[in-house]
């Protein structure tokens, strides 16, 4: 019989997937703003405008409500885990064998750690668009340049994050986890040999 251990908590995937419904929707409405074809296909601009921004606070809140009301100490020691880069990691960004990972891959926690950022930064920058609309005085130079260019480095993440999510045969699998909670133990064994499941 296959053995499955615990990869992802209730908590860990409901955080990915509010984090992931929220990105893509607003991907879509600022796409609609960006992309002059798809303005004139959608018209109802200043629509589109307010769905933007009050998904984006919407967001950001969800986001932060998310470990506060769920599993507050796991998403603590997570914050921990994907914060720590030992030498192994080192070792595995320079393709250097034999590299054991623990429960994330130096990639992954480099993916962690972007999205966090760009999270930030797509606050901030956003914050700025709308006040700046409203008051000259937030109108600064750059700034809808710094929020096109997270865009921009943000996608490429996703379509490498998505290529390893649910094409590439060695590491789709990954999917199970992040959807029931658990992944095959020779599965984990291969891929995160130092990571000791409970
Ligand atoms: C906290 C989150 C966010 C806030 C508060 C926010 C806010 C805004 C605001 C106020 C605008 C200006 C809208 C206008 O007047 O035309 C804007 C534009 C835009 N946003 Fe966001 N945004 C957020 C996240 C995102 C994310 C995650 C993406 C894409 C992945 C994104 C992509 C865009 C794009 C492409 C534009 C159009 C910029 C342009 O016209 O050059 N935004 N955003
Ligand atoms: C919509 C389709 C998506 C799928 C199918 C997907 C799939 C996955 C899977 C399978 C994992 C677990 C990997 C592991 O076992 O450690 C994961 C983790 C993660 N996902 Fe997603 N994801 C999606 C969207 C997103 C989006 C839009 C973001 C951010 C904007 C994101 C950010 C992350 C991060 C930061 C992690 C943890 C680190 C990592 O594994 O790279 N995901 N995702």
Not at 169 to 197: Q, S
Request: hydrophobic share 50%; charged share 20%; net charge positive.
């Amino acid at each position: 019989m296959t053995a499955y251990v615990r990869r992802f908590s209730r908590t860990e995937r409901i955080l990915h997937w509010a984090n992931a419904l929220g990105f893509l929707l607003l991907l879509a409405t600022g796409l609609i703003l960006y992309l002059p074809s798809l303005a004139v296909l959608v018209g109802r601009r200043p629509l589109i405008q307010d769905i933007h921004f009050w998904s984006g606070v919407g967001w950001v809140t969800i986001l932060v409500a998310i470990p506060l009301l769920g599993d507050r100490r796991g998403i603590a020691r997570l914050a921990r885990e994907v914060d720590r880069f030992d030498r192994d990691d080192v070792r595995w960004l320079l393709r250097r064998s034999p590299a054991p990972q623990g429960r994330f891959n130096a990639g992954q926690k480099l993916n962690t750690a972007l999205t966090a950022a760009f999270t930030l930064l797509f606050l901030v920058s956003g914050l700025l668009l709308w006040f700046g609309e409203r008051d000259t005085r937030f109108r600064l130079a750059g700034t809808v340049l710094l929020h096109d260019g997270v865009m921009y480095v943000a996608l490429v993440l996703l379509v490498g994050h998505l290529y390893l999510a649910v094409i590439h045969p060695a590491t789709r699998h990954a999917l199970r986890g992040i959807t029931l909670g658990t992944v095959r133990e020779d599965w984990a064994a291969r891929h995160h040999a130092k990571w000791r499941p409970e």
